[in-house]
């Protein structure tokens, strides 16, 4: 089963208002983490966000902001006031389980945002 | 300097050829991840590394292997090419920490034809 669900893989939104991207996750450890990555066309992977599964507050950074709502399992990513350099592909992922112990990160298959001028 | 380069940043190789792709970081950490991009697929595992004695498969080791030659340096290696190793390679690191955030090279591209 996908841990991981990205349901939108194309996504468009005017310069200057807000997008939500959509993740879905999948888990049964209580500890877990969970990242959202850009991929501008020119293929580097690029942190923005991150929202520990303890976290009482719902992660910001910037114009970028999660959405967590851990009941729904789901962490939607919000970006404010976008920008053309915000067209990338966006990736939602999971790591599970306690520090020091053996995890990895679990991808979801990405979201293609493009801006309009 | 970048906190994780790659070399080469792009690569077209000859099926059966070998070759390798080196990955080295300025960030200290012990922790250091082999990825490889596909379209559909997302990224996957190939291999980890949690320090220069400790090397681990990922999920889809096969076809590829790995040398840490020092806390800094991690390469990964196709013994003999094929055309399905054709895609996007990163190399991550992160910290041993309940953040553990990653941080990735630039990838690397390669072509096997």
């Known amino acids: 089963a996908q841990k991981i669900t990205q349901t939108q893989p194309g996504m468009f939104v005017q310069e200057k208002e807000a997008v939500t991207l959509d993740c879905t996750y999948d888990?049964?450890?209580?500890?877990?983490?969970l990242f959202w990555y850009k991929q501008p066309s020119s293929g580097e992977m690029i942190f923005l966000i991150y929202q520990g599964s303890y976290d009482q507050q719902n992660a910001t950074e910037g114009r970028y902001s999660l959405n967590f709502q851990k009941a729904r399992k789901s962490a939607n990513l919000v970006i404010s006031a976008s920008q053309l350099g915000d067209s990338a592909m966006y990736f939602c992922?999971?790591?599970?389980?306690?520090?020091?112990?053996?995890?990895?990160?679990?991808w979801g298959l990405g979201t293609s945002l493009a801006v309009n001028p | 300097d970048a906190d994780v380069t790659q070399t080469p940043r792009n690569r077209i190789t000859k099926t059966g050829k070998r070759i390798m792709l080196e990955c080295s970081q300025t960030k200290g950490h012990d922790r250091m991840y082999w990825y490889r991009q596909d379209p559909g697929l997302g990224l996957r595992l190939i291999y980890y590394s949690f320090d220069v004695k400790d090397i681990n498969k990922g999920e889809i080791s096969d076809g590829y292997s790995v040398s840490r030659q020092a806390q800094a340096k991690f390469s990964l290696s196709l013994e003999s090419a094929i055309p399905n190793q054709t895609a996007l390679y990163f190399c991550?690191?992160?910290?041993?920490?309940?953040?553990?955030?990653?941080?990735f090279g630039s990838g690397t591209r390669l072509t096997v034809v």
């Open positions: 991550a690191t992160r910290a041993d920490t309940t953040f553990g955030g990653y941080t």
């Open positions: 992922a999971m790591r599970e389980g306690q520090a020091g112990n053996n995890r990895k990160l679990i």
């Open positions: 888990t049964s450890d209580p500890s877990y983490g």
